[in-house]
């Protein structure tokens, strides 16, 4: 890094002790780094469903119609309801989800 002047290696490992724990840049006044998988579950009579688990960046937003549609098919029914976080909440995902 040093000789070739770079500042950021991709898919470097984060953790000696947990090697499958990769550093995601954010854009937050909180922190601007996170560590960890972004993981995407839903509920059904008890039990639960991964459908995404990644430890890239991107905007968890944009998939909430392919995580309901993934959940009809998986269960041939869409879910009574959504719950889920701001990012959640564009003016796309609301008019669609209607």
């Not at 905007?59 to 995580?67: A, H, V």
Request: glycine fraction near 4%; hydrophobic fraction near 30%; charged fraction near 30%.
């Amino acid at each position: 890094m040093w000789k070739k002047k770079e500042h950021s290696i991709k898919h470097r490992i984060a953790s000696v002790h947990l090697p499958h724990v990769r550093p995601i840049v954010r854009v937050k006044a909180r922190a601007k780094t996170e560590f960890g998988s972004k993981l995407h579950m839903s509920l059904s009579n008890g039990y639960s469903s991964v459908d995404h688990l990644s430890s890239d960046a991107y905007n968890e937003g944009s998939l909430l119609i392919d995580y309901v549609e993934q959940y009809r098919r998986r269960r041939r029914y869409y879910p009574k309801e959504v719950l889920a976080d701001q990012i959640y909440c564009s003016t796309e995902n609301r008019r669609k989800l209607r």
